[in-house]
């Protein structure tokens, strides 16, 4: 029974460790992108300031909360979207925007580009729609309006804010780590004491 259970440790010790280095791993290049993303997002607001000039966020991340982009973007998916310069938005693109419409006035939202005028150099009128909505955007939006060309999707993970945003959830995934830590920790002593009896 003591020789099972010793193998039983050790087994979990090995297989804690490789989880562990693995999970080391990802957090290591997680940090890694999050600070190259800070250090090109901090660069390009310091470039903006000194040139003088007003420009929405390099990149913005978005949850989507309404279903009028379905199949292509679902509710709870989180996008991505880049600042396109000098007006370089075409005619398909998924853009992100600051609405005129009377009933969303001010909110961001994020449609299809249907259609195009140019008014001037570097300034443009589009016509929008939702991909699930049978009728165009009843605002047009301007080229000043537009924070960014959506460039990645990320199913689903909205639904991590969905699970923070309550308490409960909160303290649940805080608990988790906290009770693996025990029983590893748990697992480590009965190892050590074992071995002190032989």
Not at 41 to 57: C, E, M, Q, R, T
Not at 77 to 86: E, L, T, W, Y
Not at 141 to 154: D, F, M, Q, R
Request: hydrophobic share 45%; with cysteine; aromatic share 16%.
């Amino acid at each position: 029974m003591e020789l099972v259970l010793k193998n039983f440790i050790f087994n979990m010790r090995k297989a804690f460790k490789y989880f562990s280095s693995f999970l080391r791993l990802i957090l290591i290049l997680l940090l890694l992108f999050l600070f190259s993303f800070f250090v090109f997002y901090i660069a390009d607001l310091l470039f903006n300031v000194y040139s003088g000039k007003y420009h929405s966020p390099l990149f913005g991340f978005y949850i989507i909360v309404t279903p009028s982009m379905v199949p292509t973007i679902n509710v709870n998916d989180i996008i991505v979207v880049k600042r396109i310069s000098n007006d370089r938005y075409n005619l398909g693109d998924i853009i992100s925007f600051s609405s005129s419409d009377i009933n969303y006035n001010g909110l961001t939202i994020t449609h299809r580009i249907v259609g195009k005028k140019n008014i001037s150099n570097g300034n443009s009128i589009y016509t929008t729609k939702g991909d699930n909505n049978y009728l165009n955007d009843p605002s047009k939006v301007l080229t000043s309006s537009i924070y960014g060309k959506v460039i990645l999707k990320i199913p689903k993970m909205g639904n991590v804010r969905s699970i923070f945003s309550s308490p409960i959830n909160y303290y649940i995934c805080l608990l988790i780590p906290t009770f693996l830590f025990i029983i590893y920790e748990i697992l480590r002593i009965s190892i050590f004491l074992i071995n002190r009896k032989e």
